[in-house]
């Protein structure tokens, strides 16, 4: 790939990754319970210290992502580092669908008896699925690449 290239997808990468702390820092301001609270009582809320907790893998899986270009950038993709950073992206995602499925669960038991949460159900289902292509396009892609490179290894034993 060009320079420019990885770059602009590094860049995209940093500004997701941004987009996610801002929403992160925001939201709570703007959710309806939150009208008569202090700041302290509104981020110091157990769900939402648990939704603070759970992005902290969505980030890795943006930093391992933001190496994982620049590998490819320095053409060093067929290397141990790339199946590494491809195997804990995976991972990450197996974990933050894992923590929105729990989080699901605490809300569709838990919820206040007046409230629908019909709507932030439908959100973890979504997100959650989202989650597990990405896993599972990691999974692929590190198959892939290790085939690759125990491939090539095996051509240089032999020449």
């Not at 890795?60 to 950038?73: D, E, R, S, T």
Request: hydrophobic share 55%; proline share 2%.
């Amino acid at each position: 790939m060009k320079r420019i290239s990885i770059v602009f997808l590094q860049a995209v990468i940093v500004l997701i990754g941004i987009v996610a702390l801002t929403i992160l820092l925001w939201f709570p301001l703007t959710e309806g319970r939150a009208e008569n609270l202090d700041l302290f009582s509104i981020y110091f809320d157990p769900f939402i210290l648990y939704g603070y907790t759970a992005s902290i893998t969505f980030f890795v899986a943006l930093y391992n992502a933001f190496k994982l270009l620049g590998y490819i950038g320095q053409n060093k993709v067929f290397s141990s580092n790339s199946v590494k950073a491809l195997s804990s992206i995976k991972y990450c995602a197996i974990v933050v669908s894992i923590l929105i499925v729990l989080g699901g669960l605490y809300i569709r038991l838990f919820h206040n008896k007046e409230d629908d949460p019909a709507g932030f159900l439908a959100i973890c289902i979504v997100t959650t699925f989202i989650s597990i292509v990405f896993a599972t396009a990691a999974a692929i892609f590190e198959t892939l690449l290790q085939n690759a490179i125990d491939m090539k290894s095996e051509n240089d034993l032999t020449i």
